[in-house]
């Protein structure tokens, strides 16, 4: 029987599943592997942040989707590739062999060390789950009343919506305390790539929450002394192991360690492994790294991945990805308002807001599995 293993619980791969719900593969072992079966849908991590939703309302559960696309869960995480010997090196010190493998890991942020800050880097976003709750407590609970400083650093959508976010979160907290907000970006412009409209609203929306903007700055020990939490939120990293040739064997990926894929999201190198999402590098100039061309390329990726397990059969029925330029961008302000952005239109407004929450539920309802699905589960 051959082996489908899905790595990453990322956007591409909750849509493959879906697909597999609807459409099973008989005959083939289908595994997915990721560190955590909860995986939070991107777009909704600034209203996570902001306190409109709880973490679980913001998941996609792996385990019950797996389990209902006739897959096996397992919770796990990748530490190195042998594309040679179609064969992952597992992080507990186990193998997982393959005969076509996905990849849609995401990417990651390497933040510089802090002395004095809380560092919070944006990704991976499991792990900024685990420094923010905490954060957010010793908030509740430090008796002091000095101000406190959050610096974001990054001039792009993530820093922006999280700084945002964090300061309203702060504040409703403690409102009789002074919570200050700095964004630094190295750029000479925030937002690079919303119309014009748009960015002058996120200019707007930064003056109402009383956010400093130093452009063109960088990240220095001062910035470290005044801040006392930041939000790394530099542009995405490919993970450690894609970087290093020695784990990740012969698999082509481009300068940053992205992997290198063609137009049906398949391996320049190594046809039977497909990459999608961040952890991909499209041909050409690249994508934005952004959930929305993850999201996009999950239907190609389901239909390419059941063509490529039927080998040489299935060669015809590969289908190109075609990423779409311009696509609506709705970036959340953390006062209840958001800002849409699509070509050269932009605007902002309560209903921007609404309306981004409306498509954001929809996308994850789709993901939603009956309770009574029994789990295959490997832990
Ligand atoms: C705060 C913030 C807000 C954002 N808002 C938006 C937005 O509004 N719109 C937008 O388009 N983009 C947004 N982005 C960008 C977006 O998060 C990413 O582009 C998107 O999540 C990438 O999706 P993906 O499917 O490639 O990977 P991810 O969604 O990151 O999923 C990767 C999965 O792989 C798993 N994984 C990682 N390493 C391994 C390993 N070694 N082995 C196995 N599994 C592994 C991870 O645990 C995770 O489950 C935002 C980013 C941030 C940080």
């Known amino acids: 029987m051959k082996r489908l293993v899905l790595a990453g619980a990322g956007h591409a791969h909750a849509l493959v599943l879906r697909a597999l ?15 955590e079966p909860l995986a939070p849908y991107s777009g909704m991590v600034p209203g996570w942040l902001a306190g409109h939703y709880r973490f679980d309302e913001i998941a996609i559960d792996f ?16 530490h190195a590739l042998d594309p ?53 407590e010793r908030w509740a609970n430090e008796p002091s009343d000095r101000p406190f400083v959050v610096t974001a650093v990054g001039g792009g959508a993530a820093g922006f919506e999280a700084l945002l976010a964090v300061l309203s979160r702060l504040r409703a907290l403690r409102p009789e305390r002074a919570v200050q907000g700095s964004l630094l970006t190295r750029g000479t412009s925030l937002l690079a ?35 006392d939490v930041v939000l790394w939120a530099t542009g995405a990293q490919a993970h450690e192991w894609q970087r290093d040739p020695a784990r990740r064997g012969a698999l082509a990926v481009d300068d940053q360690g992205f992997v290198r894929i063609d137009e049906q999201l398949r391996s320049v190198t190594h046809p039977e492994v497909f990459a999608s999402g961040d952890c991909a590098s499209w041909p050409g100039e690249g994508l ?18 059941r063509a490529a397990l039927r080998g040489p059969a299935g060669a015809a029925d590969l289908r190109p990805h075609r990423p ?6 709705l970036l959340a302000t953390g006062d209840g308002r958001a800002i849409a952005s699509r070509g050269p239109f932009g605007a902002e407004g309560a ?11 929809s996308f994850l309802r789709q993901f939603e599995v009956p309770r009574a699905v029994s789990l295959p589960v490997d832990r």
């Open 288 to 305: 934005p790294k952004a959930g929305v061309h993850a999201v996009r390329m999950g239907p190609v990726l389901a239909g390419n991945l």
């Open 84 to 136: 040679a010997r179609r064969q992952l090196r597992l992080a507990d010190g186990g193998t997982l062999d393959y005969d076509v493998l996905s990849l849609n890991v995401g990417s990651t942020l390497h933040a510089p060390p802090a002395e004095h800050a809380q560092m919070l880097p944006l990704r991976p976003l499991a792990m900024l789950r685990r420094r923010y709750e905490p954060l957010l």
């Open 351 to 361: 209903w921007a807001w609404r309306w981004k929450d409306h498509i954001d539920r």
């Open 324 to 329: 779409q330029r311009h696509f609506l961008a």
């Open 21 to 35: 719900v609807r459409q099973p593969m008989p005959g083939v072992e289908i595994v997915v592997i990721s560190p």
């Open 193 to 227: 790539g919303l119309a014009p409209a748009a960015r002058r609203a996120a200019f707007r929306a930064l003056d109402r929450a009383g956010v400093t903007v130093q452009l063109g700055g960088s990240w220095c020990e001062a910035v470290d002394r005044s801040s």
């Open 63 to 78: 385990a019950p989707l797996a389990a209902a696309a006739g897959a096996r869960w397992c919770q796990g995480e990748i």
